[in-house]
T-cell receptor, first 115, second 117 residues
Framework: AQSVAQPEDQVNVAEGNPLTVKCTYS??????LFWYVQYPNRGLQFLLK??????LVKGSYGFEAEFNKSQTSFHLKKPSALVSDSALYFC?????????????FGSGTRLLVRP | DTAVSQTPKYLVTQMGNDKSIKCEQN?????MYWYKQDSKKFLKIMFS???????INETVPNRFSPKSPDKAHLNLHINSLELGDSAVYFC????????????????FGPGTRLTVL
C-alpha cells in the first residue's frame, strides 16, 4: 500500500532564511510525487510535481523539491522564506502501477515564517 | 472567473438530515474528485468521476452518493447525517484521467465546511 509521511507538524523559520519541509513516501512501484499548499480557508493549490527525469523539480513561488529514490524522500525547499509562505503544505504520492489511481496525501506540515 | 466552485461554503445542519453539496468546474476538465478533510487537516479521497463515470470509490458509507450530471459538475449527496460527517469537503478537477499519464495536477475548490449538530 502506498503512504506518505510528513514527520513535522510544524516548521518555523525566520524570513529570509532557507526552509525545508520534509516528505518521505512508500510505494511498491515508481512514484509520482506532488506538493500542494493550502492557505487558511482555501482549497489546495498545486506547487510542483515529480514525474521522471531530473531529480530537482522547480515549481511555483520559488519552491523546489528534490526527489531522492534511495531515501524515498521528496523534500520541499526554498532558498529564502517569505512571511507570505506561511501556510499548510501537503506532500502527495501516486504509485504508477496502482490501478486504483488514488492520490495519497500526507498529514500536512504547517509552515510559519516569522518577520 | 472561479475555476472550481462549490456551494454552499458553509453548511450547518442537524443529525439525521439529508444535504447536498454542489461542485462545478469551468476548466473543461474530464475528471473530478471529492475529498474529505477532517479536523486534523488529514485529506482523503472519497470519489472520482471521469466523463460522468465513477472511477474511484473509496470505502465510504453508502449514505454518501456522488452524482455527475455532466463532466463539469459533480455533486455530493449525504443522507442521514452523523456527527462524524463534520468536516471540510473539497471538490477538485484535473484535465486527464489518471490512467492517461503521469497525473495532472488537481485544481481544488474553496471547500464546504459541514457542521453536523
Amino acid at each position: 500500500a502506498q503512504s506518505v509521511a510528513q514527520p513535522e507538524d510544524q516548521v518555523n523559520v525566520a524570513e529570509g532564511n532557507p526552509l525545508t519541509v520534509k516528505c518521505t513516501y512508500s510505494v511498491s512501484g515508481n512514484p509520482y510525487l506532488f506538493w500542494y499548499v493550502q492557505y487558511p480557508n482555501r482549497g489546495l493549490q498545486f506547487l510542483l510535481k515529480y514525474i521522471t527525469g531530473d531529480n530537482l523539480v522547480k515549481g511555483s513561488y520559488g519552491f523546489e523539491a528534490e526527489f531522492n529514490k534511495s531515501q524515498t524522500s521528496f523534500h520541499l525547499k526554498k532558498p529564502s522564506a517569505l512571511v507570505s509562505d506561511s501556510a499548510l503544505y501537503f506532500c502527495a504520492v501516486r504509485d504508477r502501477g496502482d490501478s486504483s489511481y488514488k492520490l495519497i496525501f500526507g498529514s500536512g506540515t504547517r509552515l510559519l515564517v516569522r518577520p | 472567473d472561479t475555476a472550481v466552485s462549490q456551494t454552499p461554503k458553509y453548511l450547518v445542519t442537524q443529525m439525521g438530515n439529508d444535504k447536498s453539496i454542489k461542485c462545478e468546474q469551468n476548466l473543461g476538465h474530464d475528471t473530478m474528485y471529492w475529498y474529505k478533510q477532517d479536523s486534523k487537516k488529514f485529506l482523503k479521497i472519497m470519489f472520482s468521476y471521469n466523463n460522468k463515470e465513477l472511477i474511484i470509490n473509496e470505502t465510504v458509507p453508502n449514505r454518501f452518493s456522488p452524482k455527475s450530471p455532466d463532466k463539469a459538475h459533480l455533486n455530493l449527496h449525504i443522507n442521514s447525517l452523523e456527527l462524524g460527517d463534520s468536516a471540510v469537503y473539497f471538490c477538485a478537477s484535473s484535465q486527464d484521467p489518471p490512467w492517461r499519464g503521469p497525473g495532472d495536477e488537481q485544481f481544488f475548490g474553496p471547500g464546504t465546511r459541514l457542521t453536523v449538530l
